[in-house]
T-cell receptor
Framework: EVQLLESGGGLIQPGGSLRLSCAGS????????MSWVRQTPGKGLEWVST????????YYADSVKGRFTISRDNSQNTLFLQMNSLRAEDTALYYC???WGSGSFPFDYWGQGTLVTVSS | EIVLTQSPATLSLSPGERATLSCRAS??????VAWYQQKPGQAPRLLIY???NRATGVPARFSGSGSGTDFTLTISSLEPEDFAVYFC??????????FGQGTRLEIK
């Protein structure tokens, strides 16, 4: 059974940093592209970043480019999102999601999410 | 950036009725549209990929259609567990990939 378990969320002050993790199991982690997607009541679902299976290719939404870094440790079946220079508008529930088949999209499995709150 | 507009925002129907949800793209996305279902407190669940292909385990009452800019998710006969929020997503010419704002399907 495919499982994705996020961790690392919490309350952080504006300008601070946070590192999210997503542990995958039940599938060959290194074979699949992985992504982070965030959700807020006001903006709905927003794609944040994607990393290919090898970890060599990454993509970012303009809203986080230069501040967030996606990475993965295939030996530990874990996906990461390093978030720096956090802003109030980064407050959201962050999901990790697995790419379907040989592509990056759509997302066939999602974690339950980890909540990030940026506030002073 | 390709904008997806879903309509209606809220759809009120009764179990057994047919539901038709729309997703319109600001420019052609070919057939690169997926549909997700989200229930309260849960992550989204993939229903349809590439406009018309049902994901593994998705009941046959769910079907998708469309190409170019206009897409439809149809639920042929609503079951109680189908009342949820539905999102469309496009992956044409990414990044970025984008989502629609969602349609809430509620019990009438």
């Amino acid at each position: 059974e495919v499982q994705l378990l996020e961790s690392g969320g919490g309350l952080i002050q504006p300008g601070g940093s946070l590192r999210l993790s997503c542990a995958g199991s039940g599938f060959t982690f290194s074979y699949y592209a992985m992504s982070w997607v965030r959700q807020t009541p006001g903006k709905g679902l927003e794609w944040v970043s994607t990393i290919y299976g090898s970890g060599e290719t990454t993509y970012y939404a303009d809203s986080v480019k230069g501040r967030f870094t996606i990475s993965r440790d295939n030996s530990q079946n874990t996906l990461f999102l390093q978030m720096n220079s956090l802003r109030a508008e980064d407050t959201a529930l962050y999901y990790c999601a697995k790419g379907w088949g040989s592509g990056s999209f759509p997302f066939d499995y999602w974690g339950q999410g980890t909540l990030v709150t940026v506030s002073s | 950036e390709i904008v997806l507009t879903q309509s209606p925002a809220t759809l009120s129907l009764s179990p057994g009725e047919r539901a038709t949800l729309s997703c319109r793209a600001s420019q052609s996305v070919g057939s690169y549209v997926a549909w997700y279902q989200q229930k309260p407190g849960q992550a989204p669940r993939l229903l349809i990929y590439d406009a018309s292909n049902r994901a593994t385990g998705v009941p046959a009452r769910f079907s998708g259609s469309g190409s170019g800019t206009d897409f439809t998710l149809t639920i042929s006969s609503l079951e109680p567990e189908d009342f949820a929020v539905y999102f469309c997503q496009q992956r044409s010419n990414w990044p970025p990939i984008t989502f629609g704002q969602g349609t809430r399907l509620e019990i009438k």
